[in-house]
């Protein structure tokens, strides 16, 4: 592993330490332990909700990657912010753009869009769920050198969060068309708001070929925006931030940055695994403290916020899976049993949320 990292990870007492010394984005180290927190012997699986449909999230994360790399100031990235915009209102949702011009670790000028989607705007109890959409103008962590200065497709590092929100969204636009069927909760009646917030400008951080200093400031530079400039008035109960969700052999262990700023949130999604029959994906395990765009979410706009994020402990070429930051990163290595455990997940959260 190289020091030069897009997300670093700490773990024990040091996540403890830094978090009073350090600043958003001092941490900055990497370590592969892990610890078990708990094991149930049993789990009952109590599904509430909709069916989560994994080929949908699949065609949408494949749509994304139809554009090409969707890296910063590209055309690609601007015609894929335009479908992002028409899929979100397609499926019922009040849509804002968040425009802002925000400066690379090399100096550079990034046009960058935050995509904000609501659904049921009116709502005043919201939940925020938000992943990046911008992919990774170079391949530095490729097992070929050569590549390092190509950019990736993004498949999952990126289109795949994305990917479940949309899906998402249009489950709840379905659930209340659905009206009067008596079966059919509508989180719209039950006055529950989503905003589906997709992140922009988050993967231009200090590529590890590079010879400047990298104190972590570089990375997610939508939230960063994002955070200190809410919609007026805007608050949520809490957000979600979905990374890398549709890896191949992907599993997702507990976020210790999310544990430390939302512990009572990473409790009740890792419940809403179990129940949904995703323990295996989910495990009750501790994984690492990680630099990614749920900080600044926390640490300016206060709002509680966990990263549901892999983590492959036996993966030597990365800790986040062996086609992070890699040419890999395409729709080969998207698997729906993943989309699924994660889309599902969040349909169990979100059906089992208590309004008042």
């Not at 610890?35 to 994360?61: H, M």
């Not at 006055?191 to 992140?199: A, E, Q, R, S, W």
């Not at 890699?326 to 698997?335: C, G, V, Y």
Request: hydrophobic fraction near 35%.
């Amino acid at each position: 592993m190289t020091r030069k990292r897009k997300m670093r990870i700490i773990t024990g007492i040091a996540v403890i330490i830094l978090a009073g010394i350090a600043g958003i984005y001092g941490i900055n180290k990497h370590n592969e332990n892990k610890r078990i927190i708990s094991t149930e012997e049993t789990e009952k699986i109590v599904l509430t909700g909709p069916s989560f449909n994994a080929d949908s999230a699949y065609a949408y994360t494949a749509a994304q990657c139809a554009f090409g790399s969707r890296t910063m100031n590209s055309t690609a990235h601007e015609k894929c912010g335009q479908w992002i915009i028409a899929k979100f209102k397609h499926y019922g949702c009040k849509v804002q753009k968040q425009s802002a011009v925000v400066t690379g670790y090399d100096g550079t000028k990034l046009n960058s869009t935050n995509i904000i989607a609501s659904y049921n705007p009116e709502a005043t109890t919201r939940i925020l769920i938000c992943a990046h959409w911008d992919s990774r103008p170079w391949a530095d962590n490729d097992p070929d050198s050569t590549k390092h200065h190509t950019p990736i497709m993004a498949a999952n590092d990126g289109a795949s969060g994305v990917a479940v929100m949309i899906e998402l969204a249009r489950l709840l636009q379905q659930q209340d068309q659905k009206g009067s069927n008596s079966d059919s909760v509508s989180l719209k009646k039950e006055g529950l708001g989503i905003d589906f917030v997709c992140l922009d400008a988050e993967d231009w951080g200090t590529p590890q070929w590079s010879n400047k200093p990298d104190d972590g400031s570089s990375w997610a530079l939508g939230a960063q925006y994002f955070s200190a400039h809410l919609p007026q008035g805007y608050e949520a109960r809490y957000g979600i931030l979905l990374d890398m969700v549709g890896g191949a052999g992907a599993h997702f262990y507990k976020e210790q940055m999310s544990e430390q700023y939302a512990p009572a949130i990473v409790k009740k999604v890792w419940k809403a695994a179990g129940q949904a029959g995703y323990r295996s994906f989910f495990p009750n395990q501790e994984g690492g403290a990680i630099t990614d765009d749920h900080l600044p979410i926390n640490q300016t706009a206060h709002i509680p916020t966990i990263d549901i994020i892999p983590y492959y402990p036996d993966c030597s070429q990365s800790s986040f899976g062996p086609t992070w930051h890699t040419t890999s990163d395409t729709m080969a290595h998207i698997d729906k049993a993943t989309l699924k455990a994660v889309g599902q997940t969040l349909v169990q959260v979100l059906f089992t949320e208590k309004i008042k």
